[in-house]
């Protein structure tokens, strides 16, 4: 079954800090892994995917996540956190041609100015 | 024009009735699914529809039940409601590639 741990429920990094958001995943198969962003009282909204195509993944508002298959990860960064970025961050993963999407449990991040 | 609308936004109900919350898309996904998220943000699965037909019925119980009479519309129904099924439900569509299209949520709480 496919899975994925967000370790750490919070983080809280100054305007202008790298924000690095951790996700590992499992899975017997090749993933599709996404990122998901929560603002308040709204509902999630993808940041960026990955397909087995390019490693490095770009999403919008600056964020990238990379693919690396022999540490089984996909971390979020974004070099420079601004206040607007303050929101619940979520990791998820789905196996190819299944249309189950599972999801982590989440990590708040908190933009400090 | 709004992708995945769900109506109520609220519901506040008491211990014991019955409630139900609609779903629509205008995106043309054939698959929408219903979550729920707990006071601690975790996202759990409900249902999946796949053009109308159930694909994914997770551990959920018989009081819940999801309907699609269209590949546009899936709502979802709680008889008997209790205090654990108070929490926010999205509404979900998706692309061939597994891109999930939410809803803003509808917060249930019940008393």
């Known amino acids: 079954a496919q899975s994925v741990t967000q370790l750490g429920s919070h983080v809280s990094v100054s305007e202008g800090a790298l924000v690095l958001l951790r996700c590992n995943y499992s899975s017997s198969v090749p993933p599709y892994l996404f990122w998901y962003v929560q603002y308040p009282n709204q509902g999630l909204q993808l940041l960026l995917k990955y397909t087995s195509a390019a490693t490095l993944v770009k999403g919008i508002n600056g964020f990238e996540a990379e693919f690396k298959k022999s540490e089984t990860s996909f971390h979020l960064t974004k070099p420079s956190a601004h206040m607007s970025d303050a929101a619940e961050y979520f990791c998820?993963?789905?196996?190819?041609?299944?249309?189950?999407?599972?999801f982590g449990k989440g990590m708040k991040l908190t933009v400090n100015p | 024009d709004t992708a995945v609308s769900q109506t109520p936004k609220y519901l506040v109900t008491q211990m014991g009735n019955d409630k139900s919350i609609k779903c629509e898309q205008n995106l043309g996904h054939d698959t929408m699914y219903w979550y729920k998220q707990d006071s601690k943000k975790f996202l759990k699965i409900m249902f999946s529809y796949n053009n109308k037909e159930l694909i994914i019925n997770e551990t959920v119980p018989n009081r819940f039940s999801p309907k699609s009479p269209d590949k546009a519309h899936l709502n979802l129904h709680i008889n008997s409601l209790e205090l654990g099924d108070s929490a926010v439900y999205f509404c979900?569509?998706?692309?061939?590639?597994?891109?999930?299209?939410f809803g803003e949520g509808s917060r249930l709480t019940v008393l």
């Open positions: 979900a569509s998706s692309t061939n590639t597994g891109e999930l299209f």
């Open positions: 998820a993963v789905k196996r190819g041609g299944s249309e189950k999407l599972v």
